[in-house]
């Protein structure tokens, strides 16, 4: 996940740890781009990894990736407010941030960005 600036139309976020799809079952989507993509519209035009600059391709896909994003607030004593969040980017950067905290920052528009879910629904 990544660190988002709210405060202009480019934020600047830090990958999280990349987090499996099997968890996005859990809120009833196939997986977190397709979570990305069924929320927010605007994922949808999304065409270069916002990390590497490079284009998706079949290769190597857009895979919802987890982010830290700050939300241009603060809380009562005086901190910014974080949001976890996720925003396409590509599969190759993804996986390097698997097995550990990533602290790559990069910029992303805000309206790229989709809240991670609070719970799973109950079944």
Not at 39 to 53: E, G, L, Q, Y
Request: aromatic share 10%; with cysteine; proline share 5%.
């Amino acid at each position: 996940m990544g660190v988002l600036l709210v405060t202009g139309i480019l934020k600047e976020i830090t990958c999280l740890q990349a987090v499996a799809d099997d968890e996005a079952c859990k809120y009833g989507y196939k997986s977190w781009i397709n979570y990305c993509h069924r929320t927010n519209i605007f994922t949808r035009f999304i065409t270069k990894c916002p990390c590497c600059k490079k284009s998706f391709t079949n290769d190597n896909p857009a895979v919802g990736g987890h982010v830290l994003a700050e939300y241009g607030r603060l809380n009562t004593e005086g901190r910014l407010i974080y949001t976890k969040c996720i925003t396409p980017i590509c599969k190759e950067c993804n996986d390097s941030y698997k097995n550990h905290q990533a602290l790559k920052v990069f910029k992303v528009r805000g309206y790229h960005l989709c809240r991670v879910p609070n719970k799973p629904p109950k079944r």
